[in-house]
């Protein structure tokens, strides 16, 4: 763990003389495979996004981002920070009734962090996702869990928005490419032992800042039994009620949990395109004050039709502690 907390302190300042970033912009555009599976460090921010469920019932999430950062210089030291990593790792468990996080951060480089353009593979020390032949693996070794999982794709990636462009507002710039690898069946070990289950991934990357007017957004991304996918999402206003949604996506809170430790209520229980959401357990808040900034609510939920359940997936829920900063 030192080594760790070393790399999280060692993102140091840009010198006062940093010339800002001229970041490409998001245009419509067809996402090319397998080059889009790795990172664009060109772009603002970016982030690979695996969440799921494992026997148990337990639920997981891992997510590494990029960050270029809005200044910086043409010093050719190694140690000038032209890409910052983060990862979260989270796990689930109902028997203990409260999430279990941890994290990390680093520049990239010095072979202890990375993120490589012509694939999926991304790592910081031990932590690390990539694709391998026609499997992702996902390695984490956190605090108070460990993973190693290998997830197998049902299919081609599904295009997100126009096919991968996907509008986050009504400006031109307000949008991101994106796309998801929905029914990852999943095998590996958990804790030591064997371990199966399903998995999400989603792949997003974007020069924009969040719209003046959002406070944050509510995400879903659901592995419904029959095959199929859903994935919604809605930016919320600051001034109150929907700042931004796609056509066609509704998303109604229906029961609220209270934060013990941090005051902050979410609609862990929601409503979307007709389907009950409901959490696996309620406090699956995460407190990412020390990588990325900012609290958040992300957890595993059962979807119904009725009484049925149809699914299972994650809910993410932003900007509830304060309006969301990119």
Not at 113 to 131: H, Y
């Amino acid at each position: 763990m030192k080594r760790r907390r070393f790399l999280a302190g060692a993102l140091l300042p840009l010198s006062a003389w940093a010339a800002k970033v001229q970041y490409p912009a998001v245009t419509p555009r067809a996402l090319v495979f397998p080059r889009d599976y790795g990172a664009h460090p060109a772009f603002r921010t970016e982030w690979w996004y695996l969440t799921g469920w494992l026997e148990g019932p337990l639920g997981f999430q891992l997510t590494f981002f990029r960050a270029r950062p809005e200044e910086q210089t043409e010093n050719p030291s190694s140690f000038n920070p032209r890409q910052i990593l983060f990862a979260h790792a989270a796990f689930s468990d109902p028997k203990r009734g409260h999430l279990l996080h941890d994290q990390l951060a680093a520049r990239a480089g010095h072979e202890l962090a990375q993120a490589e353009t012509e694939r999926t593979a991304v790592w910081i020390d031990d932590w690390s996702l990539g694709l391998e032949g026609n499997r992702y693996r996902a390695k984490v070794a956190a605090r108070d869990f460990a993973f190693d999982l290998a997830l197998t794709p049902s299919g081609a990636p599904v295009l997100q928005g126009e096919n991968g462009y996907s509008r986050k507002g009504y400006r031109p710039q307000e949008a991101s490419y994106y796309y998801s690898q929905p029914q990852l069946a999943v095998r590996g070990t958990l804790n030591g032992g064997e371990i199966t289950g399903t998995a999400w991934l989603d792949h997003e990357w974007s020069s924009a800042y969040l719209a003046p007017e959002a406070a944050g957004w509510d995400w879903a991304g659901i592995n419904l039994h029959d095959g199929r996918s859903l994935m919604a999402f809605q930016m919320r206003a600051k001034s109150g009620g929907i700042h931004y949604a796609p056509p066609g996506v509704t998303m109604r809170p229906l029961r609220w949990w209270k934060s013990p430790r941090t005051g902050v209520a979410y609609p862990v229980s929601m409503e979307v395109n007709g389907l009950r959401l409901e959490p696996l357990m309620d406090d699956q808040e995460l407190d990412a004050r020390a990588s990325v900034g900012t609290i958040y609510w992300e957890g595993a939920v059962r979807a119904f039709n009725g009484a049925t359940e149809v699914g299972r997936g994650y809910l993410e829920l932003t900007g509830y502690w304060q309006p969301m900063k990119l």
